[in-house]
T-cell receptor
Framework: GENVEQHPSTLSVQEGDSAVIKCTYS??????FPWYKQELGKGPQLIID?????GEKKDQRIAVTLNKTAKHFSLHITETQPEDSAVYFC???????????FGKGTRLHILP | GAVVSQHPSRVICKSGTSVKIECRSL??????MFWYRQFPKQSLMLMAT?????????EQGVEKDKFLINHASLTLSTLTVTSAHPEDSSFYIC??????????????FGNGTRLTVT
């Protein structure tokens, strides 16, 4: 089955700087890669997703890149703000499979 | 759009009692809902897939007789923790995918239920 590895587990970034979170997946059949943001005491919220027919996707300060050959994908947050502090999860899903497999999460701290 | 409501947000119960958690899709229909469990500072662990009108599919190691799932309509799934024990204390989160959408469409999550068993 699919296995998703996520790094780093904790990341501290100065406000205004960029943050990068990296994930790898094991199943080459996976073709859908969402990213979720989870604030304390709340459920995860989808922030961006990418499908395997696309190499990069951007939404304002958030971008995701996908390298199918290397089986890794990354989340980039630019001009970080205090409200970006949260836990971020990457995930992967295989075509024809209902399940989404999550990485272990990255706790992002934005330092003032 | 695509709002998932989970109730209650917090519940404290005594050991040996049962607790029911509801998950509703408010503005869309969901043939499939998922139940996750999350321990502090850990990732989401899929417990079961709930299919409207049929039996739930449980992940390996999850006791189906302890965690009863019912998905009676296209907008409601319930998780009942039966004979709860302190080790069942956790954060339970449901998610839903819009009916008739592709497998690779977004999952929408509820805000979770914090269960504490005393």
């Amino acid at each position: 089955g699919e296995n998703v590895e996520q790094h780093p587990s904790t990341l501290s970034v100065q406000e205004g700087d960029s943050a990068v979170i990296k994930c790898t997946y094991s199943d080459s059949a996976s073709n859908y890669f969402p990213w979720y943001k989870q604030e304390l005491g709340k459920g995860p919220q989808l922030i961006i997703d990418i499908r395997s027919n696309v190499g990069e996707k951007k939404d304002q300060r958030i971008a995701v890149t996908l390298n199918k050959t290397a089986k890794h994908f990354s989340l980039h947050i630019t001009e970080t703000q205090p409200e970006d502090s949260a836990v971020y999860f990457c995930a992967a899903s295989e075509a024809g499979d209902d399940k989404i497999i999550f990485g272990k999460g990255t706790r992002l701290h934005i330092l003032p | 759009g695509a709002v998932v409501s989970q109730h209650p947000s917090r519940v404290i119960c005594k050991s040996g009692t049962s607790v029911k958690i509801e998950c509703r899709s408010l503005d869309f229909q969901a043939t499939t809902m998922f139940w996750y469990r999350q321990f502090p500072k850990q990732s989401l662990m899929l417990m079961a897939t709930s299919n409207e009108g049929s039996k739930a599919t449980y992940e390996q190691g999850v006791e189906k007789d302890k965690f009863l799932i019912n998905h009676a309509s296209l907008t409601l799934s319930t998780l009942t923790v039966t004979s709860a024990h302190p080790e069942d204390s956790s954060f339970y989160i449901c998610s839903a995918r819009q009916a008739f959408s592709s497998y690779n469409s977004p999952l929408h999550f509820g805000n979770g239920t914090r269960l504490t068993v005393t």
